[in-house]
C-alpha cells in the first residue's frame, strides 16, 4: 500500500507505545515538524484529534512566508496546482479609499492545503496516527515530559516518548492539559465562511482587507479562492493596545453584518451569495505570547506559541517556519546528544531572531483601534511610490533590519 492512499492519509488509529519524538497536532506547524525530522532520519509519531483532510476555520491566505515555507518542503508545486493565485492585497479604509499592495500571494482552502501537509510528512517517513486528543502530558520522576496520553471515544492510551512537541494551534483545552499557556485569553477572535457568488469574481480578484469604524478593533476580508468562491470574515483583537487589558466580547456576527453594510462588495457577496459553509469561529494567539516555549523534554511552536501575526491574523507561514525550527533544534540534540538546556537555548534563539517581524505587526496592529489613521495611510500611499514600495516589502519580509515602526510610517507621512 502506498502512502498516496486515502487511508494512509487518514492515519492510522493504532498508538504506539513508545518514539523518538512525539508531535501532537498536525496541523501546518506540526506536519512541517515532522517532515523535517522524519527527512533526518528521526523516529516520528504525529498525532491529530482529527481524521484528515479536516478543516481548520482560517481565512486561507497565503502570503511570503507561507511559500518559502512550502518551496522548503518540497510541496511549492503541489500547493501552488490547486492554490488561486493572487496579486494584490487591496487596502480599504472607512470612506472607500484604497491602495494596493503587491506581493506573493494565493489562497488555498485548509482543507486541501493541511491535507498536502500532512501527507508530506508522511512520505518522509512520520507516522500519523488519529483521531487521538492529547489529554495530559506525562512526565518523569524527575519532573520532565516524557510523552503524551490521549483519548479516543471512551479509550486512553499512553504514548512515551524521548521528546514531545506541542503543535496543537491556538486551542485552549491543549495549553491548559500542557500547562505551558501563560494566558487564557487569545489574542483575537475572528469568522469567517466560504460564499458562492460568480458575479463577484470580477470585481474583486485580489486580497481585500476592510478597516471601518463599525469594525474597530478588528477588520473584514474578503479572499476568492477561485471557481466563484470566497473566503469572507471579520475578527478583533481581545486585549486593549494601551494596557494589555482583555477587552469585552464582541459579537462577531453582528460585526458581519456591520461589514455588509458599510461595504458593497462584503454586502453583496454576504446578502446575495450562496453560503457554501456555514460561518464559523475560532480564536488566534499572535505575537509569540501567551505560552512558555520550553519545559524539559517538550518544545511548544506554532499557534501555541503565539507564532500568528497580530494585525493581519496571519500564521501559516510562521506555523511553519517555527515547526521547522523545532525540528532543527531536536535534530541537534539527537545527533550531538544534547541535553534539554542546550536544545531550550538553541529553540528559543532561533524563535528570539524572529521577534523584530513580530514587533512590526504589533505596532501596525494599532491600526484596528484607530481606522482613521488607516485611511491617512492609504491617502499618503496612494500618492506615495515609495510607501506603497515599503509596505509591499514588509508583506513580503524583505525588511528585517529596520523594521518599518508606527513612528516611521507616522513621520514618513508628515514629512
Ligand atoms: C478565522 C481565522 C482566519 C485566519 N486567516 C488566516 C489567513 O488568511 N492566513 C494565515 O496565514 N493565517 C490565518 N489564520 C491563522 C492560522 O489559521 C494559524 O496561524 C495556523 O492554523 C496555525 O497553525 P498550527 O499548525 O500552529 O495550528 P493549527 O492549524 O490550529 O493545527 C493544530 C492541530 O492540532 C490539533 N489539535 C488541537 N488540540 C489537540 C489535542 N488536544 N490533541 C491532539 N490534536 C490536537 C488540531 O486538530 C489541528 O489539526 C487565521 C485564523 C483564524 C481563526
Same mark, same amino acid.
Given at each position: 500500500? $502506498?502512502?498516496?492512499?486515502?487511508?494512509?492519509?487518514?492515519? *492510522?488509529?493504532?498508538?504506539?507505545?513508545?518514539?523518538?519524538?512525539?508531535?501532537?497536532?498536525?496541523?501546518?506547524?506540526?506536519?512541517?515538524?515532522?517532515?523535517?525530522?522524519?527527512?533526518?532520519?528521526?523516529?516520528?509519531?504525529?498525532?491529530?484529534?482529527?481524521?484528515?483532510?479536516?478543516?481548520?476555520?482560517?481565512?486561507?491566505?497565503?502570503?511570503?512566508?507561507?511559500?518559502?515555507?512550502?518551496?522548503?518542503?518540497?510541496?511549492?508545486?503541489?500547493?501552488?496546482?490547486?492554490?488561486?493565485?493572487?496579486?494584490?492585497? /487591496?487596502?480599504?479604509?472607512?470612506?472607500?479609499?484604497?491602495?494596493? &499592495?503587491?506581493?506573493?500571494?494565493?489562497?488555498?482552502?485548509?482543507?486541501?492545503?493541511?491535507?498536502?501537509?500532512?501527507?508530506?510528512?508522511? /512520505?518522509?517517513?512520520?507516522?500519523?496516527?488519529?483521531?487521538?486528543?492529547?489529554?495530559?502530558?506525562?512526565?518523569?520522576?524527575?519532573?520532565?515530559?516524557?510523552?503524551?496520553?490521549?483519548?479516543?471515544?471512551?479509550?486512553?492510551?499512553?504514548?512515551?516518548?524521548?521528546?514531545?512537541?506541542?503543535? $496543537?494551534?491556538?486551542?485552549?483545552?491543549?495549553?491548559?492539559?500542557?500547562?505551558?499557556?501563560?494566558?487564557?485569553?487569545?489574542?483575537?477572535?475572528?469568522?469567517?465562511?466560504? &460564499?458562492?457568488? *460568480?458575479?463577484?469574481?470580477?470585481?474583486?480578484?485580489?486580497?481585500?482587507?476592510?478597516?471601518?469604524?463599525?469594525?474597530?478593533?478588528?477588520?473584514?476580508?474578503?479572499?476568492?479562492?477561485?471557481?466563484?468562491?470566497?473566503?469572507?470574515?471579520?475578527?478583533?483583537?481581545?486585549?486593549?493596545?494601551?494596557?494589555?487589558?482583555?477587552?469585552?466580547?464582541?459579537?462577531?456576527?453582528?460585526?458581519?453584518?456591520?461589514?455588509?453594510?458599510?461595504?458593497?462588495?462584503?454586502?453583496?457577496?454576504?446578502?446575495?451569495?450562496?453560503?457554501?459553509?456555514?460561518?464559523?469561529?475560532?480564536?488566534?494567539?499572535?505575537?509569540?505570547?501567551?505560552?512558555?516555549?520550553?519545559?524539559?523534554?517538550?518544545?511548544? *511552536?506554532?499557534?501555541?506559541?503565539?507564532?500568528?501575526?497580530?494585525?493581519?491574523?496571519?500564521? &501559516?507561514?510562521?506555523?511553519?517556519? $517555527?515547526?521547522?525550527?523545532?525540528?532543527?533544534?531536536?535534530?541537534?540534540?539527537?545527533?550531538?546528544?544534547?541535553?534539554?538546556?542546550?536544545?531550550?537555548?538553541?529553540?528559543?534563539?532561533?524563535?528570539?531572531?524572529?521577534?523584530?517581524?513580530?514587533?512590526?505587526?504589533?505596532?501596525?496592529?494599532?491600526?484596528?483601534?484607530?481606522?482613521?489613521?488607516?485611511?491617512?495611510? &492609504?491617502?499618503?500611499? $496612494?500618492?506615495?511610490?515609495?510607501?506603497?514600495?515599503?509596505?509591499?516589502?514588509?508583506?513580503?519580509?524583505?525588511?528585517?533590519?529596520?523594521?518599518? *515602526?508606527?513612528?516611521?510610517?507616522?513621520?514618513?507621512?508628515?514629512?
Amino acid at each position: 500500500m $502506498t502512502l498516496d492512499t486515502a487511508a494512509a492519509s487518514k492515519g *492510522t488509529v493504532d498508538l504506539p507505545a513508545h518514539c523518538e519524538v512525539l508531535v501532537v497536532g498536525a496541523g501546518p506547524a506540526g506536519s512541517a515538524c515532522a517532515q523535517v525530522l522524519a527527512q533526518a532520519g528521526v523516529q516520528t509519531l504525529l498525532v491529530d484529534a482529527a481524521n484528515f483532510p479536516r478543516d481548520k476555520t482560517c481565512g486561507d491566505g497565503l502570503i511570503s512566508d507561507a511559500h518559502a515555507a512550502f518551496e522548503r518542503l518540497g510541496v511549492h508545486a503541489q500547493v501552488m496546482a490547486q492554490a488561486h493565485v493572487i496579486e494584490f492585497v /487591496r487596502c480599504v479604509g472607512p470612506t472607500g479609499r484604497h491602495v494596493d &499592495i503587491a506581493g506573493t500571494l494565493a489562497v488555498l482552502p485548509r482543507l486541501k492545503l493541511d491535507h498536502i501537509l500532512v501527507r508530506s510528512a508522511q /512520505r518522509a517517513g512520520a507516522q500519523l496516527v488519529t483521531p487521538w486528543r492529547l489529554q495530559a502530558l506525562l512526565k518523569d520522576a524527575a519532573g520532565r515530559v516524557s510523552g503524551g496520553r490521549f483519548k479516543r471515544a471512551g479509550e486512553v492510551r499512553d504514548v512515551q516518548a524521548r521528546h514531545t512537541v506541542l503543535a $496543537t494551534g491556538a486551542s485552549a483545552q491543549a495549553l491548559a492539559v500542557s500547562q505551558m499557556g501563560d494566558e487564557s485569553a487569545p489574542s483575537a477572535f475572528a469568522l469567517r465562511g466560504y &460564499i458562492q457568488h *460568480t458575479g463577484m469574481v470580477d470585481k474583486i480578484p485580489h486580497l481585500e482587507v476592510v478597516w471601518h469604524p463599525r469594525l474597530k478593533d478588528g477588520y473584514g476580508w474578503i479572499f476568492p479562492c477561485g471557481n466563484g468562491v470566497f473566503n469572507v470574515g471579520v475578527g478583533y483583537g481581545t486585549k486593549s493596545l494601551r494596557n494589555g487589558q482583555i477587552k469585552n466580547k464582541k459579537n462577531l456576527h453582528a460585526m458581519l453584518e456591520d461589514f455588509a453594510a458599510v461595504h458593497s462588495g462584503a454586502g453583496e457577496l454576504i446578502k446575495n451569495g450562496i453560503l457554501e459553509q456555514p460561518f464559523k469561529g475560532a480564536p488566534l494567539r499572535a505575537s509569540l505570547r501567551g505560552s512558555r516555549w520550553t519545559a524539559p523534554g517538550l518544545l511548544v *511552536t506554532g499557534e501555541a506559541a503565539g507564532s500568528t501575526y497580530a494585525l493581519t491574523g496571519e500564521g &501559516i507561514g510562521k506555523a511553519m517556519e $517555527t515547526g521547522m525550527h523545532a525540528a532543527e533544534a531536536l535534530i541537534m540534540a539527537h545527533r550531538q546528544g544534547a541535553a534539554d538546556d542546550a536544545l531550550h537555548a538553541f529553540y528559543t534563539q532561533s524563535l528570539e531572531q524572529l521577534k523584530p517581524k513580530y514587533a512590526f505587526y504589533e505596532k501596525a496592529n494599532m491600526a484596528n483601534s484607530y481606522p482613521w489613521l488607516v485611511e491617512l495611510v &492609504i491617502r499618503k500611499a $496612494t500618492k506615495s511610490a515609495s510607501l506603497r514600495q515599503r509596505l509591499s516589502q514588509h508583506l513580503q519580509e524583505e525588511v528585517s533590519t529596520r523594521p518599518l *515602526t508606527l513612528g516611521r510610517v507616522l513621520r514618513h507621512l508628515w514629512a
